[in-house]
């Protein structure tokens, strides 16, 4: 199973982020919720300490837009990911690059639909 770190989690369940958290719960995935407003998600609590270590992350998947980002990058880039999946709204070009720079995948995904056809 894939450690997932969901940036962008949130305890409102209209959003895709909640949603995220449970379906990767459910299938299995150990999840590292993190955002930018205290609160639970999938019987966690959500990180907002950018500096709180977090070890072994295999994907990240984004649900911050891409002008929220920047002040991300270090610490998406720290975590050393195999991947990083950018949900629709999320696209980043110099995020990818920088990515690319430090051989992490990218791909251009919804994590929901790839947990819903066993492509995640």
């Known amino acids: ?3 997932t770190l969901v ?5 409102n369940p209209s959003r895709f982020a909640y949603k995220a958290v449970h379906k990767l719960q459910q299938h299995g995935h150990e999840v590292v919720p993190v955002g930018i407003r205290r609160g639970q998600v999938g019987g966690q609590q959500i990180i907002t300490d950018k500096e709180q270590q977090v070890e072994s992350i295999d994907t990240v998947t984004l649900y ?3 002008q929220n980002q920047p002040s991300w990058y270090d610490y998406i880039l720290s975590l050393n990911p195999k991947r990083i999946i ?3 709204g999320t696209e980043n070009p110099e995020l990818e ?3 690319a720079e430090a051989n992490i995948e990218t791909l251009h995904h919804c994590t929901l639909v790839m947990l819903a056809t066993d492509s995640y």
């Open 1 to 3: 199973m894939k450690k």
């Open 7 to 11: 940036l962008g989690a949130t305890d």
């Open 64 to 66: 911050v837009g891409p």
């Open 86 to 88: 950018f949900n629709p």
């Open 97 to 99: 690059k920088r990515a």
